[in-house]
């Protein structure tokens, strides 16, 4: 057989090779289908730049043959160590700005968890080194997120308290940039200016992952013996979620164990509210004191493993990229969404329940003499919970409690290209504490409040 005949056997045999893959790609069926019925936008972008590649490849080997292969590989090689380089800067750079494992919530029966009192703990996010922020969080004597608070309200001090989870506890920024101590200088400069100045005092009850549910026992069992005038919770839809889930998937559990039930949880049992206590509270003692000895070493503060800074970055953009054509396609092909994969809608009885337990809340508030208003967020991290807003609001109007939309303008401030949360860790940033302590200020001052 001649070389024509050898090199046309082989350029044929190169063919199938890579066509062989790209058949077997073009066999696949999205499951949110919309480009000929059979693909999802980010499915057709990657057959696209897959066809690209082998298209790429074919032509490389037909034109070149045998250094065809060398070209690739010297081509290969050239990549290889371009992200070589790239992860030996990325290893320093984590290596400087390191993240750790800490144990800083402890158990807490009448709440399920809460800060550790009078801990200083470094805190940069759940990947093994620090990709948003770095910041060291101090807690108070009462296991708070907070300054040093005298349990009896001074003479001349107005307090206002806020309830939630870890977008009020706000350890991702410094406690200078917190909502409540915005809040907190921006009564106190405005008191300044009255002929009888008042001193302002806000109080910080967030606590991550906490329910509404757990607001609430918060409220009866801390906050309230504080003695404030003002309460303000934080709500969004994972909120009342929470209220009804007894497991913690984020606390620290047994390895390939299920999540420990450490979560108070509440139900309606004829209009009534039903408190359920954590079932794996002594679990969750032992096993927390267990980490403490072994893993933590008598200590509650680890450094985090160092990992693949390259590998970590490709997949944070390709997930990124992802959601990105997912949100285009839904938007432009909304009826082709799968309802496996839509925005899980609110339950009702859980609706019911968190409802019920805000009604609560507000008449154990008004019961001392101090007022209630609601912060709903929740069209902020779900648009679809217009439902859930347009409860709140009327139970607001019909109880009489206060009403904030806080979803309104951090969402224009997105819109204005102001970032409101961090791109990784995805709670407020500075800019979303100031959004969020601007609304509390003006509705304050719009409701005479800070008479």
């Known amino acids: 057989m001649g070389r024509a005949g050898r090199a046309k056997r082989s350029s044929l045999a190169w063919s199938l090779v890579v066509l062989l893959p790209l058949v077997a790609a073009l066999s696949h069926r999205s499951a949110e289908p919309w480009l000929f019925g059979l693909y999802s936008l980010q499915y057709s972008l990657f057959l696209l730049l897959f066809a690209g590649a082998l298209s790429f490849l074919v032509a490389v080997l037909y034109q070149f043959g045998a250094k065809g292969l060398q070209l690739l590989a010297v ?14 800067v990325g290893q320093v750079y984590a290596h400087f700005h390191p993240a750790y494992d800490v144990l800083a919530w402890q158990p807490d029966r009448a709440v399920g968890w809460k800060q550790v ?39 001349g001090v107005r307090r206002i308290a806020l309830l939630g989870d870890s977008l009020v506890e706000a350890v991702q920024v410094p406690f200078d940039s917190t909502a409540g101590h915005f809040l907190e200088q921006a009564l106190n400069r405005r008191a300044s200016l009255t002929p009888a100045p008042s001193r302002y005092e806000v109080l910080n009850f967030g606590i991550s992952n906490f329910g509404v549910g757990q607001c609430l026992l918060c409220w009866e069992e801390y906050a309230r013996r504080f003695e404030p005038d003002l309460v303000f919770i934080l709500v969004a839809d994972f909120n009342l979620h929470r209220t009804v889930t007894p497991e913690d998937k984020s606390a620290f559990a047994p390895r390939g164990q299920e999540p ?57 953009s390709l997930r990124s990229l992802s959601g990105l054509l997912i949100s285009l396609q839904r938007r432009w092909h909304p009826s082709r969404v799968a309802p496996a994969e839509s925005e899980p809608a609110l339950d009702p009885a859980t609706l019911a329940l968190n409802l019920r ?95």
């Open 75 to 88: 081509t290969l090689a050239g990549v290889f160590l371009i992200a070589l380089s790239v992860e030996l």
């Open 260 to 316: 420990l039930r450490i979560r108070p949880t509440f139900r309606l049992a004829e209009g009534s509210l039903i408190r359920e206590p954590a079932r794996d509270f002594d679990e969750f003692v032992r096993f927390q004191q267990e980490l403490v000895r072994t893993k933590f070493s008598g200590g509650r503060v680890l450094r985090k493993k160092s990992g693949f800074f390259l590998r970590e970055r490709v997949l944070e």
């Open 117 to 155: 009192p009078l801990l200083r703990w470094p805190w940069a996010g759940h990947y093994w080194y620090a990709q948003d922020f770095s910041v060291q969080v101090t807690t108070n004597e009462h296991g708070f997120r907070d300054v040093e608070r005298a349990i009896r309200k001074p003479e």
């Open 357 to 451: 337990i805000l009604e609560e809340l507000g008449e154990q508030i008004r019961e001392v003499g101090a007022h209630f208003v609601v912060v709903d967020v929740a069209r902020y991290f779900n648009p679809q919970s217009t439902e859930l807003s347009t409860q709140l609001e009327e139970l607001c109007a019909t109880r009489g409690f206060g009403y904030i939309s806080l979803s309104d303008p951090l969402i224009q401030a997105n819109r204005d290209g102001i970032p409101t949360h961090w791109n990784y860790d995805g709670h407020f940033d500075e800019s979303g504490n100031r959004i969020f302590a601007e609304a509390m200020y003006q509705w304050i001052v719009r409701e005479g409040m800070d008479d």
